[in-house]
């Protein structure tokens, strides 16, 4: 996308150049910028906050309709930034839009200045590349074989989004007065308004609390940390042949690379435990915040699946067996 951007500023200069020489525009040099400033604000506060009501919509669809080949939930990283985006750019986007609509009212923006003109027809612009784009993701996802129902009920949110947009720009070009009791305008605010409200309501059953979230990243920290361990334990097999006593010997050894912060958890500063089972088998023990396997308060967030499947773990004190690479293994 990012090809795109060098391309959409010439553009945008344009449409600005043209609004602002156009003999029809009859406001001064002051308003030109002010409503020229207010209409770009609106236009990305815009674009924000509907593609963050389809991305919060587009993962709850995932999250409810389960799908066999694609059922890892990930970190919610999409929902957590439409969240974000929603919380900031909604506000912007009614507020910008109240001062354009309360400038039409005073007289400030004519209905046939150039600014309001050129840069309406901008957004409905940009909106029509940004609907494009989104579709076609959909349809490539639904092609690639994403269940049917997704397609369906993602295609759908796409459309409705896309014709309240499309809709209200179009009104709004046409209508001759600016007036506050207008039934059209008001029913899209408060429908548009109610449905930003429920998208943000409803996107906290399903995203990753913050203190959910920072116990997996400690977590995750802490099994990296085993990992390390681990890799420790096999560098030294592979010189000495059996494994080391304790973490101490480990630590000493002139051969083996091992920070120390890898013998600690790095929230609570609590030792990991090393514990040597057999000439061959050894497990690592600390106490862990969260059952890796499980969803997050069932919001569908899953915390990291290990690759070796041995680092899996329960929340609370549990020992995770440790990989020995170099030893013989055994057919059945």
Same mark, same amino acid.
């Given at each position: 996308?990012?090809?795109?951007?060098?391309?959409?500023?010439?553009?945008?200069?344009?449409?600005?150049?043209?609004?602002?020489?156009?003999?029809?525009?009859?406001?001064?040099?002051?308003?030109?910028?002010?409503?020229?400033?207010?209409?770009?604000?609106?236009?990305?506060?815009?674009?924000?906050?509907?593609?963050?009501?389809?991305?919060?919509?587009?993962?709850?669809?995932?999250?409810?309709?389960?799908?066999?080949?694609?059922?890892?939930?990930?970190?919610?990283?999409?929902?957590?930034?439409?969240?974000?985006?929603?919380?900031?750019?909604?506000?912007?986007?009614?507020?910008?839009?109240?001062?354009?609509?309360?400038?039409?009212?005073?007289?400030?923006?004519?209905?046939?200045?150039?600014?309001?003109?050129?840069?309406?027809?901008?957004?409905?612009?940009?909106?029509?590349?940004?609907?494009?784009?989104?579709?076609?993701?959909?349809?490539?996802?639904?092609?690639?074989? *994403?269940?049917?129902?997704?397609?369906?009920?993602?295609?759908?949110?796409?459309?409705?989004?896309?014709?309240?947009?499309?809709?209200?720009?179009?009104?709004?070009?046409?209508? *001759? *007065?600016?007036?506050?009791?207008?039934?059209?305008?008001?029913?899209?605010?408060?429908?548009?308004?109610?449905?930003?409200?429920?998208?943000?309501?409803?996107?906290?059953?399903?995203? *990753?609390?913050?203190?959910?979230?920072?116990?997996?990243?400690?977590?995750?920290?802490?099994?990296?940390?085993?990992?390390?361990?681990?890799?420790?334990?096999?560098?030294?097999?592979?010189?000495?042949?059996?494994?080391?006593?304790?973490?101490?010997?480990?630590?000493?050894?002139?051969?083996?690379?091992?920070?120390?912060?890898?013998?600690?958890?790095?929230?609570?500063?609590?030792?990991?435990?090393?514990?040597?089972?057999?000439?061959?088998?050894?497990?690592?023990?600390?106490?862990?915040?969260?059952?890796?396997?499980?969803?997050?308060?069932?919001?569908?967030?899953?915390?990291?699946?290990?690759?070796?499947?041995?680092?899996?773990?329960?929340?609370?004190?549990?020992?995770?067996?440790?990989?020995?690479?170099?030893?013989?293994?055994?057919?059945?």
């Amino acid at each position: 996308m990012s090809f795109l951007i060098l391309p959409g500023i010439v553009l945008l200069i344009i449409f600005i150049v043209l609004a602002l020489r156009d003999g029809n525009n009859n406001m001064s040099n002051k308003h030109n910028a002010k409503y020229a400033f207010y209409y770009l604000l609106s236009l990305v506060a815009l674009v924000f906050t509907a593609l963050s009501v389809g991305m919060i919509a587009f993962s709850i669809i995932d999250k409810t309709v389960a799908d066999v080949l694609n059922n890892f939930i990930g970190h919610d990283s999409q929902l957590k930034f439409a969240i974000s985006a929603l919380l900031i750019a909604a506000p912007i986007f009614y507020l910008i839009s109240g001062l354009i609509n309360q400038g039409r009212r005073s007289g400030e923006l004519d209905k046939d200045s150039a600014i309001r003109r050129w840069l309406t027809y901008l957004i409905l612009f940009v909106s029509s590349l940004v609907v494009l784009g989104v579709l076609i993701s959909v349809i490539n996802a639904f092609l690639d074989g *994403e269940l049917t129902a997704r397609f369906i009920l993602k295609a759908a949110t796409v459309f409705v989004i896309s014709a309240a947009v499309f809709y209200f720009y179009f009104y709004d070009i046409k209508r *001759e *007065e600016a007036d506050k009791k207008d039934p059209v305008v008001k029913i899209f605010f408060f429908a548009s308004l109610a449905v930003v409200v429920a998208a943000f309501t409803a996107s906290w059953f399903f995203v *990753e609390a913050p203190q959910a979230a920072r116990a997996r990243l400690l977590d995750q920290a802490l099994t990296n940390n085993i990992y390390s361990l681990e890799s420790a334990v096999n560098t030294y097999y592979d010189r000495h042949k059996q494994l080391p006593d304790n973490l101490t010997e480990l630590a000493n050894d002139p051969n083996v690379y091992l920070d120390a912060a890898a013998l600690i958890d790095p929230d609570t500063k609590a030792a990991i435990v090393y514990n040597r089972l057999s000439d061959e088998d050894f497990e690592f023990c600390a106490v862990f915040r969260l059952d890796s396997a499980a969803a997050d308060n069932g919001s569908g967030a899953r915390t990291v699946y290990y690759p070796d499947n041995n680092k899996n773990h329960k929340a609370g004190y549990q020992c995770l067996k440790g990989t020995l690479y170099a030893a013989p293994k055994l057919l059945d």
